[in-house]
């Protein structure tokens, strides 16, 4: 049997590289697929891939006159949100992992793993998937391969990376390149496991069919390995949206901004300013993920690994994100929405009339009124980035962009402020560490309560929590021209309950503060807690402010400080030993200066 298999996967393959050959045998002769293919990329594969995923129910075509190209896929109930309970990393050593990971000796998870693998692609096919996160020739660029027996993961795939031969191609015969092994097993959430092995550089992940649980490019590689890399290599692995600003006299600026997920990075990311900003331009780079590293002039650069998006889809509409409606207009994957009489799509949030009837994200019939949401929450779209009418021409420039801002924010309904400025790089990190949020549908579990969420890496970094501060710490004796670090929060409401920031577009309005601090253009206004803009530097005309608003948005309240300190401990008392000093001298001056 084994021979046979080694022999089936070496003479189809198109390719020569040994240490790939070899191991795509290997996964072959534990997981037993009845085929193999190796996908190239080509539009050909796409067009059988789909048709081979509508005849089997897969993917439902959507009304290809209103939406062409599109179609839908209704996950599994109970596979809808990344599941972090069952998301380990695998060091040798549970120290290296840290705290804020789950950790199973790597021993032991292969063997765990190894047991549900057994035979798990009997019956099925294994598409071999290579892929590269990063512009195809970048130095910065990432090869891995997927074997899954996924043929939704295979078509998401193509579209969220450069996938197939030119992947292929840029691996040569080298043996560096990630070895992820899907299986969407029988979907049962107690044989389900996101197993990450940072020393091998291999993923396996079982059990699963959504998103980021699967594509392993996206959260498993480009942040959790990536991470780990990122801190052997001397760069940045990061949960950030990229986003370039350009002004009226035409000078870009670029940003970096890190939230967690679902708080509107998409949105952001690709943001048209508002009216009163004739002139001024947003386009992105990348909405999800940044790789930063520091170019030969001293800067710090950005690529965005990725090449789609896999963004929200409930909230979404022609106010809160044009470009994202434009975006999923066609050749998109969308994944647990709702369905209407016409086989188009829709989603709570969406522009116009509720229909009085639709389809649900289960596939049962729903009625206006119903309790129950048409489509889930963390429905998601997958679309080319290729889609957006604001792409960067930089998206698929292999040096990247360089970043002159990096922004840190959360959902929170109160104590953060709507916006301000770091004093510096140390005292950023420590802004960027002290991050909280209040969860969303994007990961199972309960939806609102705060979580201290560093960076917004919590749920993807690879390794210890206290050494990727440390980290972040240590990358600014490398950088000549340090980015300058803002926090926003545009999530803070009144005692009623009502947001005092109206977000999305208006946010240009905040960026333009941030640009103009880069560039040294305003004053600035000092609080215990950072810079923030004066009154009046952020323009309200045409806003339906009350007066109060941004006043009350960029406050600081003493009680809240006392319990947001309280909750930073901790956290950082989590980190032990490993707590970065540099940070705890950090608390020390914030708790002096606050006076609690
Ligand atoms: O589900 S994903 O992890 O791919 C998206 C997200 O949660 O940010
Ligand atoms: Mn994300």
New binding site residues.
């Given amino acids: 049997m084994a021979s046979t298999q080694r022999a089936a996967v070496t003479s189809d393959a198109p390719t020569k590289n040994v240490a790939l050959l070899n191991w795509v045998a290997r996964c072959a002769q534990m997981t037993q697929p009845d085929r193999i293919i190796w996908c190239d990329g080509s539009e050909a594969e796409k067009k059988r891939l789909t048709e081979q995923a509508v005849k089997e129910g897969i993917l439902i075509p959507l009304n290809q006159e209103k939406r062409p190209g599109c179609y839908l896929h209704r996950s599994n109930p109970n596979d809808v949100?990344?599941v972090e309970h069952l998301t380990f990393i695998c060091t040798p050593n549970k120290t290296d992992a840290g705290p804020t990971n789950n950790w199973m000796d790597p021993e032991q998870a292969y063997t765990k793993l190894g047991l549900l693998f057994d035979g798990s692609m009997k019956g099925r096919t294994m598409y071999v998937v290579p892929y590269a996160m990063g512009p195809l020739g970048g130095t910065s660029t990432k090869i891995g391969v997927e074997l899954t027996d996924s043929i939704y993961v295979a078509l998401n795939m193509r579209i969220m990376t450069r996938m197939g031969k030119p992947a292929l191609d840029m691996l040569g015969d080298s043996e560096d390149f990630n070895r992820g092994l899907h299986s969407t097993g029988d979907v049962n959430p107690d044989r389900r496991y996101i197993c990450h092995f940072p020393h091998d550089n291999t993923i396996w992940s079982f059990g699963s069919g959504?998103?980021?649980?699967v594509?392993l490019g996206?959260?498993c590689l480009a942040l959790r390995i990536g991470s780990y890399l990122g801190r052997e290599e001397g760069w940045l692995a990061e949960?950030m949206l990229i986003l370039g600003v350009t002004d009226p006299k035409g000078q870009t600026t670029y940003v970096a901004a890190a939230f967690?997920?679902?708080c509107g990075?998409t949105n952001f990311a690709m943001m048209i300013p508002p009216k009163s900003y004739q002139g001024w331009k947003v386009e992105t780079v990348g909405d999800?993920i940044a790789w930063m590293r520091v170019g030969p002039d001293g800067r710090l650069y950005a690529i965005n690994p990725e090449a789609g998006y896999?963004g929200v889809v409930p909230g979404t509409n022609t106010k809160t994100n044009p470009n994202a409606m434009a975006t999923i207009a066609k050749d998109t994957l969308f994944t647990n929405v709702a369905m209407t009489a016409d086989g188009d799509v829709w989603w709570e949030g969406k522009d116009g009339e509720v229909p009085e009837e639709l389809i649900d994200w289960q596939g049962r019939p729903w009625k206006k009124g119903s309790p129950d949401k048409a489509a889930h929450p963390?429905s998601?779209f997958t679309a080319p980035m290729t889609n957006n009418p604001a792409l960067s021409p930089k998206a698929n420039d292999p040096q990247g962009v360089p970043i002159s801002a990096i922004i840190f924010g959360g959902r929170r309904s109160n104590t953060v402020p709507l916006v301000l400025q770091a004093f510096n790089w140390t005292h950023g990190v420590f802004l960027g560490a002290t991050m909280g949020s209040e969860t969303t549908a994007?990961?199972t579990g309960k939806v609102g309560v705060v979580r201290r969420d560093p960076m917004a890496m919590l749920?993807f970094c690879g390794y210890h929590m206290g050494d990727y501060l440390q980290h972040w710490l240590d990358m600014q004796k490398s950088i000549t021209h340090l980015p300058k670090i803002f926090q926003v929060n545009w999530f803070r409401q009144d005692k009623n309950g009502k947001y005092l920031w109206p977000g999305y577009g208006e946010n240009m309005r905040v960026l333009e503060w941030i640009v103009n601090r880069v560039h040294g253009r305003v004053p600035t206004q000092e609080t215990l807690l950072g810079w923030v803009p004066r009154q009046g530097d952020i323009p309200t005309q045409g806003l339906d402010l009350p007066p109060e608003a941004i006043s009350e948005a960029t406050s600081i309240k003493a009680d809240e400080w006392k319990s947001e300190l309280k909750s930073q401990e901790v956290f950082f008392e989590q980190l032990g030993t490993k707590a970065p000093e540099a940070l705890m001298l950090q608390r020390k001056l914030l708790i002096s200066r606050l006076g609690s």
């Fill in positions: 949100a990344r959504y998103g980021g649980n594509l996206k959260k949960h967690p997920s679902a990075k999800d896999f963390n998601r994007a990961a749920p």
